[in-house]
């Protein structure tokens, strides 16, 4: 291994102490494959476990953490995105790579483009405004994520100059960007809380948008839908003989549920010190003890709400609402721009978009409701892919687990008994490592 100049020996033997050791078993479990974690606690350790399994697409059907005085114990049970146990030598290569270091590994995809971020009060048709503002500006879209929720809008939108095909370091050009782009946010009713920024540096998207509508206190305002029999349910106690706060969260299983509960936990400065994740059918539940980055707990009911509020928020950003829709054609300038237009001209609104290109092809996702947030009509929808192409855009079924409403008491009930249940797994847990002297 190659050291960097700039160490010297004993920052050297640092590293080799704390760098993580990393097992994984297919023996063990006859349906998941398990991933170990072993490291020296740091603040943001687990997300940056999480992180890496989410990034290859990893469902996470189970987890068991547990940190205590300076080390941590991490163990997840996961499959592939069809449910299978990890075979590809490759995915398992990676896993053991990234996880094995003693600092959090960045792609690089994003290299060598403009990063811009944007806030706002959603409205229909916005996302057309946008992109015809880029495409006016001669900014190619290459990777784009785009969240609303609760009426507020967010999206990280990675470009490059059209004509040179690099990254925009002209200032001026900067700051029209900016100065359009922000003209647009604002609308009618936005002039104080819209926001734009344009940034060099690489970061991870979806981490990114959690912090951004956390920073727009997107979860202090209320979902059009309100309160439904689908919505997470969310619980924070406090353990004050031994000084942890306890959340537990049941809610519907869906990909990255556990990367963006802990991602808000983390940015909240929150630490775990122990927890269970089980997943059964379409259902998640999760119990987490936490305390403050500075060993307290939860401390006050408006601070207990607010927890609530923010995982709730955190939750139900990347739920999908409408029908998904997939457009995969030859990439062109001002194609996002035509393709948001003719959804805006027939009435449908995006509430969720990822875009994505490659070498000349564009590969984008938008889910997309009408006007008023409810589901499209079927002919509405045949009469935009006619107009953009039927071979090129198809509608996708969202998975069953986001269609799915909640079954009825008696599924609810016994969900519930699940949650309580979980209080006694990890104190067992703790029992078991001789942490406490009683789990009863």
């Excluded at 806030?119 to 996302?127: A, E, H």
């Excluded at 470009?159 to 001026?172: A, C, L, P, R």
């Excluded at 029999?229 to 969260?249: D, E």
């Excluded at 062109?332 to 995006?350: A, H, I, M, P």
Aim: charge should be neutral.
């Amino acid at each position: 291994m190659e050291w960097p100049a700039s160490l010297d020996e004993y920052e050297k033997l640092v590293i080799r102490m704390n760098t993580p050791r990393v097992v994984i078993d297919n023996a063990v479990c006859a349906t998941a494959t398990l991933v170990k974690v072993d490291s020296a606690t740091k603040h943001g350790i687990l997300l940056e476990a999480v992180q890496v399994l989410t990034d290859l697409n990893l469902s996470i059907k189970k987890a068991y953490i547990s940190a205590d005085g300076r080390w941590f114990m991490d163990v997840f049970h996961v499959t592939d995105q069809y449910g299978h146990k990890l075979t590809d030598e490759s995915v398992i290569s990676i896993i053991e790579q990234s996880l094995g270091t003693s600092h959090s590994v960045r792609s690089n995809s994003f290299k060598g483009l403009t990063a811009l971020e944007l806030t706002g009060v959603d409205r229909p048709g916005l996302l057309s405004e946008v992109f015809a503002v880029l495409s006016d500006l001669q900014c190619s879209v290459v990777e784009a994520k785009v969240w609303t929720h609760n009426g507020r809008i967010a999206s990280l939108i990675y470009v490059k100059d059209y004509d040179s095909g690099s990254q925009i370091e002209d200032s001026h050009k900067i700051n029209r960007i900016e100065g359009r782009l922000r003209n647009v946010l604002k609308g009618d009713n936005d002039i104080r809380s819209a926001k734009t920024a344009v940034s060099m540096a690489e970061t991870h998207t979806e981490r990114r948008l959690h912090q951004m509508m956390f920073a727009d206190r997107d979860y202090e305002r209320n979902s059009k839908m309100g309160h439904t029999a689908s919505s997470p349910a969310i619980t924070v106690q406090n353990w004050a003989k031994r000084g942890y706060s306890i959340v537990n969260v049941q809610c519907k299983d869906r990909p990255k549920l556990l990367f963006d509960i802990v991602c808000t936990i983390t940015d909240m400065d929150y630490v775990v010190f122990h927890g269970t994740i089980v997943t059964e059918g379409h259902g998640a539940y999760l119990e987490f003890y936490i305390r403050h980055t500075d060993g307290t707990p939860i401390s006050s009911e408006a601070e207990r709400q607010r927890v609530i509020q923010c995982l709730q928020a955190a939750i139900e950003r990347r739920a999908s609402e409408g029908v998904r829709l997939e457009l995969c054609t030859m990439d062109r300038q001002g194609l996002l721009s035509e393709v948001t237009r003719t959804f805006r001209e027939n009435g449908l609104n995006v509430t969720r978009a990822e875009i994505s290109t490659t070498r000349e092809m564009t590969l984008n996702v938008f889910y997309v409701t009408d006007m008023a947030g409810h589901p499209v009509d079927p002919k509405i929808i045949e009469a935009v892919r006619q107009r953009i192409g039927l071979s090129n855009l198809k509608v996708k079924e969202l998975p069953s687990i986001y269609k799915e409403e909640a079954r009825d008491e008696t599924a609810a009930g016994v969900g519930g008994a699940m949650l309580l249940s979980l209080g006694s797994l990890v104190r067992r847990n703790l029992y078991n490592l001789g942490l406490i002297k009683s789990y009863s």
